[in-house]
């Protein structure tokens, strides 16, 4: 079980860094009491859900942490597990521009004004920084410049890498588009179903409204089209690090032709090794 210890000085970014370590695979927990470590490993490792291995945020917020945590990663060690501590820091300059930005208080500043309060605590933890296994300076990173150099750092081999999920929706124009869509396409030029009486009760997860979107060349050429561009655009969000795609198709009533090809989609990025799930927005529960 591999066992990461995010800690450093509050501003550098250990929040990020740790959302950045669930995103390939982590269990993480920010803010843990450190005397509750040991049993959080002991059950991780006895359920066997450990994914990647276990992320822990601790700092000088959780006031034990100092002078437990000798004691406590010891007890580990002797489980056969080494904790990794990364130790994330920053200029007192960027710390107090990233403080004064998001107008949050620094938890070391209650009786001290916020220069003290940084370098007090950047004080505190020298010596836990002289042991740490890495030492990060965030100052010239913004979020997704450290996102990438942790997952860099941390994260499978680059062949190993996963895609970006895709998300399909199916929607009707009629309700309004789904708001969280990156690419949006509209098939209300396909042959509506609905005009067929035996086809109107059903929807296009039915293989026989499936056949009847396909029959049409039209649709073949313009899914395939699609599929290849949605492909182009995995390519970019996973050079990019992004973890999402949200596609949505729309038809007039959500019920056909758009619930159809969302279907389709589905099934071609798959056969391509494309991660995607779907949602029929529209179509009624139950």
Not at 46 to 63: F, K, W
Not at 208 to 229: G, S, T
Request: charged share 25%; aromatic share 8%; glycine share 8%.
């Amino acid at each position: 079980m591999r066992l990461l210890v995010v800690t450093g000085l509050s501003g550098s970014g250990k929040t990020s860094v740790l959302h950045a370590l669930e995103d390939i695979g982590f269990f993480s927990v920010d803010n843990l009491p450190v005397e509750m470590l040991p049993g959080l490993v002991s059950y991780l490792t006895e359920s066997g859900n450990i994914g990647e291995g276990l992320a822990v945020g601790v700092d000088m917020r959780e006031r034990r942490f100092l002078q437990e945590h000798p004691r406590v990663f010891r007890s580990i060690r002797d489980r056969g597990i080494k904790p990794e501590v990364f130790f994330l820091e920053a200029t007192p300059q960027v710390l107090l521009r990233r403080f004064e930005e998001t107008c949050r208080r620094h938890p070391m500043a209650e009786n001290r004004t916020l220069l003290e309060g940084i370098e007090w605590e950047r004080e505190r933890l020298s010596g836990l920084r002289e042991t740490a296994d890495k030492v990060i300076d965030t100052s010239s990173y913004n979020i997704h410049q450290l996102r990438k150099y942790v997952q860099a750092f941390c994260g499978p081999p680059e062949g190993m890498r996963q895609n970006p999920q895709v998300e399909l929706i199916s929607f009707s124009y009629a309700k309004g588009l789904p708001c969280q869509a990156d690419l949006v396409m509209d098939v209300r030029f396909l042959p509506n179903p609905y005009y067929d009486p035996a086809l109107k009760v059903l929807d296009g997860r039915d293989p026989q409204v499936q056949a009847y979107i396909r029959h049409d060349k039209r649709a073949a050429e313009i899914l395939n089209r699609f599929v290849r561009l949605i492909e182009d655009v995995v390519a970019f969000y996973e050079k990019e690090d992004r973890a999402y795609l949200v596609v949505a198709v729309g038809c007039t009533g959500g019920l056909h032709r758009s619930v159809a090809v969302v279907c389709a989609l589905d099934e071609r990025l798959r056969s391509r090794g494309i991660s995607s799930k779907i949602f029929h927005r529209d179509i009624p529960s139950g």
